[in-house]
Every structure is written in C-alpha cells, then in structure tokens.
C-alpha cells in the first residue's frame, strides 16, 4: 500500500474514534500511537495534514551529499550496519556533521530503498542426517530454573541431562548449586551408572566446567574433566558456540524438562527433586514415544544398552562420595524407595551417610564411606518402604536376660520385675520397645524417684513406658508434693460439711421497696 495513503488512513481512524466519543488516550492505545501525535492531528484541517506530510516527503536530508558514499559502500559490503556506516563516515569524511545514530540509520535504510540495496540474509543450509549407530553417541547440556518452595519464595536449581542419540533415552541430575568440573564428574557418574554403561562419543558445548579455552579449535579441558574423560575412555566433540543446531536433540531435552517436568512444581528439598525427577523418568520421558523416531526411549534403550561399553565407578584423583540426608524418621530416600536406618543414625540437621551399590545390595556406610551401617537388598520399582525391623528393636539379648537388667536398675527388682510382666502380658509384640525405653530412662533418673514412679504404675495398674516416662517427668519436678485424692461415696449416706451451706437469699419486700422508690 503507498505510504501517502496509508499515512491519511491514519488521519481519518483518528478523527472518526474522536468523533464516536473515544478519548485521546483512548485512541492513542488502539492505533498504537503517542499521545501528542493525537493531538496534533486532531488540531490539524484535512488540507493542512495533506500539506504538512507534502513537506514531510519532500525536505531536505542533511546527509543527502554522503548519498553516493553509502551507495557504494552498500553495493561491495550488502551487510553493512547503520552503526559501522556512521564510522567509515565519520573516518572518511572529517567534516561529518554531528549527528545522532538514528538519523544516520534512517539515512542508510533511505539509501537501501532508493538504490534497491536490501541486507542479504545467508541462511545456513541443514540436512537430516542418518540415525546414529546404538551406543554411538550421547549429548550432554546444562539448565537452570527458579522453582516456587513451600513458603512461596523462589530458589534456583541447577541440572545436568544427557540423552542417548539413537534411542533417546534420557536421564537429568539436579543440585542446588552451580556446577564445577567435581559436580559434573559427579553427574557424569551418576548418568552412567543410570545407563549401565558409557557411549563412544559425548557432545558438549563449549563450557567453562569442561573448557578452559577454545585456543583455535584445539580445545583445552579442565584437569580434573580431561582425567576424567581418560580414565573412563569416551571421546569428546565440543560444538561451536552459540550453535545449537548442532545438539539440537539434547537442547530439546532441556526444553522439555523445563517444560513438562519443572513447570509448576513445588521445590521441597533437593533430594525429594531428584527422587522425582526419576519418577517422571520412568513414567513419561523414557516410555511416552518420541516425536520424531515415533518410538519409545525405554523400548530403544534395551537394544542400545548392549551396545554400551561397560561402566565401572571411577576412581582416581577425583574422589567422588554420593551422600544422602538421613530424614527424621532415620530412614533414607534413594531412586525412588526409602530405606530404614538404625535407631539414631539421625542426629539432627545435617545427618548424612554414604551409598554404593554392589549387585543388588545397597551399602549404606558413615559420611566417609568407612564404617558400614547397613545394607539392603534393593526391591523392583520405585516407591517402595524396605525397612529392617532390627533398626528399632534391640535384639541383642532374650527378653528374658532384657527384664532382668532392666528390674536390676530399680531398688525393688521383684517388685519391678512383677511390673515388667505385667507390660509384656499387655503388649507382647512390643516388649522388647517397652523394655528399650523403660531401661534408657531408668539410666538417666534418680533411684528414689524411680522407684516412686514404677510404684505408681504398677498400683494404678499402668503398663505403658510411655505413660511411665511421663509420671516419672511429672515427679522429678514436683517431687515433695503429693495429690491428696478424695473420694466420695453418695450412697455411704456420709455428707460432707460443706453440702449443709445455704446460700444467702435476699427478700421480696426489699426488691418491692427499691421498685416503688423508682
């Protein structure tokens, strides 16, 4: 459509939503327009906008003598800016006017249009290429993400994702930190470990955890990466910069788990993120077909993962220690399943211990690695509770030999022995928790108060630790004051003192006088 007109299209929108009772910023808004140009035109006859945008068309340009300059310039460099045109002017000419840089680029697109210089685009050209081999090759990359907590704030959580060029199977690590060259082996190990196995080739892009410099194309790895990549026998392909053409399947990837998996999810604790995401691993990303192969990864992966080199936990100059938070409950979340620890493995904020896996056992160790606290045999699925019963009962002894050593703590033991008894005929399946609590409070007490609290108990016919341990609170703070209980009998025909007390009742005549006096 001719400028001109188009212009005068303007003109009238303008004065007809005026006439229709539109305000100014009204039709400013609608026509995308500033305010003061509203106003201006609606000021303005029809004859005298005709002659100011006459004017406009035909006035003079101030840089019009640098015209053949840039025509020129235009014609041998077709992709020449507006911003490198104002410097070779400025070089060339020393008499160029003091201009600002949007009359100059207005100045150089007026030129493209006159002379018919457009920018000519070089669109890069692609191919599809053939599937990759099984086991070939995997592509590596890193996202971040800030997730909504519990309490509403926002916390930044960062991610490591590799998938498998052939069959698109799929894995991702989170952490709540930025990643270093350590963190990245970590998650390397993680992935394989995941996988079963290491592919031929990784794909990478130039980053700073792997990459200390590009030096022309013979990229320089970290020391710690390039041990790493040795020792464990994977070759490396490091993409261009700012190219993600060329590992466009894992960049999906990253898109996806943004997108399906971290979108509206509550952040609760690093590790309950990662014990999901293996959840949403193995019910969408893995089994779901893929857009493109219109396959399953799961169904792919059990061809490809024959086609792995095996994967051995590496050991070397990196030590690499994988450690879970022990949870209140003294239990550990791990791939999906919690596992019980024994009682008092959680010692507070901070309590962590150390996993490996051999066979089909998992090895639950100290934070170190050293000590090994227990082990379970790992159940098929994910939302499993394996729990040892022996982490909450001691059973190093009889119940016998227990109800021994526990009355020998009292200064009655037959007496408590008799108690304990009692206890083991009320709740038999527990005794032995019974028999456990009661025995480390019994270390922790004074014998006189005890003995006045197992007294009570077995009295009142109490048979509960529970209920011991808080009697025996109660008379460690009170300890000198007792309850005096008194117990009535109303069919004794006894009346207390206290029922032959009348109440005082005021008289008629008193109320009749205060009426009358009213």
């Known amino acids: 459509m001719n400028v001109y007109l188009a212009k005068f299209m303007i003109y009238y929108e ?33 004859s005298e906008y005709e002659e100011f945008l006459t004017k406009q068309t035909n ?17 041998k460099y077709r992709n020449t800016s507006a ?8 070089e060339s000419h020393p008499e160029f006017p003091l201009v600002s840089q949007k009359t100059v680029f207005n100045f150089v697109s007026w030129v493209r249009k006159k002379h018919r210089l457009p920018i000519i685009k070089t669109e890069r050209q692609f191919q599809q290429l053939e599937e990759a081999p099984y086991g070939k ?40 930190r930025y990643f270093t060259s350590e963190t990245a082996i970590e998650a390397h190990e993680k992935a394989f470990e995941y996988l079963g196995g290491i592919p031929d080739e990784i794909v990478y892009d130039q980053d700073k955890v792997f990459v200390v410099s590009e030096n022309s194309g013979d990229i320089v790895l970290t020391d710690a ?49 990662n014990d999901e995401a293996l959840g949403w691993l193995g019910r969408t990303a893995n089994s779901l077909p893929h857009g493109t192969t219109q396959k399953e990864p799961c169904a792919e992966f059990n061809i490809e ?24 409950d003294n239990a550990i979340s791990y791939k999906g399943n919690f596992y019980s620890l024994p009682l008092g493995t959680y010692k507070g904020k901070g309590s962590l211990v150390a996993l490996r896996v051999e066979g089909t056992s998992l090895i639950i160790t100290d934070a170190k690695g050293e000590k090994q606290i227990c082990r379970h045999k790992i159940p098929l699925g994910r939302g ?28 009655h033991p037959a007496k408590a022995r008799e108690w304990l008894e009692m206890i083991k005929a009320d709740k ?6 019974q028999l456990s609590m009661i025995r480390q409070t019994a270390l922790h007490t004074a014998s006189a108060h005890l003995n006045q609290a197992m007294g009570y108990c077995l009295s009142h016919r109490i048979y509960s630790a529970a209920d011991f341990k808080s009697i025996l609170a109660s008379t460690e703070q009170h300890p000198k004051k007792r309850t005096k209980v008194l117990r009535l009998n109303p069919l004794s025909g006894e009346i207390p003192d206290k029922a032959n007390i009348r109440p005082h009742k005021s008289s008629l005549e008193d109320f009749e006088h205060i009426l009358k006096n009213s």
Not at 59 to 75: A, C, H, I, S, T
Not at 157 to 167: A, G, P
Not at 428 to 433: E, K, L, S, V, W
């Open 428 to 433: 038999p399946r527990y005794i032995r928790d």
């Open 14 to 46: 303008i004065h007809r939503m005026h006439r229709e009772g539109h305000s100014k910023s009204r039709i400013s808004e609608f026509l995308l327009l500033d305010r003061r140009t509203v106003s201006k035109y609606l000021a303005m006859s029809e």
């Open 83 to 90: 911003a490198q045109m104002h410097d070779w002017l400025k």
């Open 305 to 328: 993962r024959s086609f792995l080199k095996p994967y051995r936990a590496h050991v070397g100059t990196v030590t690499i220690i994988a450690t879970y938070t022990v949870r209140k």
């Open 225 to 273: 990466f390039r041990k790493y990549t040795r020792a464990q026998g994977f070759d490396l392909y490091f993409c261009r910069k700012a190219d993600p053409q060329s590992k466009g399947k894992i960049e999906n990837v990253v898109k996806y788990v943004k997108q399906n998996f971290l979108y509206n999810r509550t952040y609760h604790n690093i590790e309950t993120l």
């Open 137 to 176: 090759q995997a592509q590596v990359d890193f996202g971040e993400y800030n997730m909504r907590t519990t309490t509403g704030t926002r916390i930044k959580v960062f991610f490591f994702t590799i998938v498998l060029s052939r069959s698109r199977f799929k894995y991702v690590w989170f952490t709540d």
């Open 384 to 411: 499993n509770k394996v729990v040892n019963t022996d982490h909450k009962r001691d059973k190093k002894a009889a119940v016998g030999e227990m109800m021994a050593e526990t009355a020998a703590l009292f200064e």
């Open 59 to 75: 006035r003079g340009k101030k840089l019009l003598p640098y015209e053949d300059f840039v025509k020129k310039r235009l014609e």
